[in-house]
């Protein structure tokens, strides 16, 4: 059963500190979203892209948040310096081409103390 | 601002009884509408969609209705059961291809015995 894998599951830090998430997508699925949910905001779209480049990243705050495809294995989202107001759960997702077919990670929860 | 809107934060029903989960909207180049169900510590998992050429769409014991004049769509679950308990996003695409999805709020349903 193919899955988007998620790492860390939770990560707890210090204000100031970098905080890097890590999502592996599904083998063969194209486009990698990364979502945050927050009880006032629900899913927000962060970023996401398509055969690794980034398409949009409107949903991000630029002065502190990055997001990465290195290979087509690896998605990457980081945030420096990490704020208390980032504490969220963090989704990855996964699919091919088109809105159907999207598979979530379990996401990271991030607590910023 | 919020383009897609779950006024409804949480849900009650008896076991047996229809469920109704409502979703507004306010941009009118939205033409496809998904549902997706989240359990807690998991990711959301896709349930349902619908087209906007169609106001319409069962499977099973679930059906969306689409209205598009009134720009809100609504999921109905009959009989409702105890595993149903767990949150609902409404979700929206603004048309055909970009691959964006935003999500509502959610509604956190708790179908009781």
């Known amino acids: 059963d193919a899955r988007v894998t998620q790492t860390p599951r939770h990560k707890v830090t210090e204000m100031g500190q970098e905080v890097t998430m890590r999502c592996q997508p599904i083998?063969?699925?194209?486009?990698v979203f990364w979502y945050r949910q927050t009880m006032m905001q629900g899913l927000e779209l962060l970023a996401y892209?398509?055969?690794?480049?980034?398409?949009?990243d409107s949903g991000m705050p630029k002065d502190r948040f990055s997001a990465e495809m290195p290979d087509a294995t690896l998605a990457t989202l980081k945030i420096q310096p990490s704020e208390p107001r980032d504490s969220a759960v963090y989704f990855c997702?996964?699919?091919?081409?088109?809105?159907?077919?999207?598979?979530f990670g379990s996401g990271t929860r991030l607590t910023v103390v | 601002d919020q383009q897609v809107k779950q006024n409804s934060p949480s849900l009650s029903v008896q076991e047996g009884r229809i469920s109704i989960l409502n979703c507004d909207y306010t941009?009118?180049?939205?033409?496809?509408f998904l549902w997706y169900k989240k359990y807690p510590a998991e990711g959301p998992t896709f349930l349902i969609s619908?087209?906007?050429?169609?106001d319409k769409n069962e499977d099973g014991r679930f059906t969306v209705f689409l209205n598009k004049s009134a720009k809100h769509l609504s999921l109905h679950i009959v009989p409702s059961q105890p595993g149903d308990s767990a949150v609902y996003f409404c979700?929206?695409?603004?048309?055909?291809?970009?691959?964006?999805?935003?999500f509502g709020t959610g509604t956190r349903l708790q179908v009781f015995p």
């Open positions: 997702a996964s699919g091919p081409t088109g809105v159907d077919g999207y598979t």
């Open positions: 892209f398509r055969n690794r480049a980034p398409l949009d």
């Open positions: 979700a929206a695409s603004a048309g055909w291809g970009t691959d964006k999805l935003i």
């Open positions: 941009n009118s180049m939205f033409d496809y």
């Open positions: 083998l063969g699925h194209n486009t």
């Open positions: 619908i087209s906007s050429i169609k």
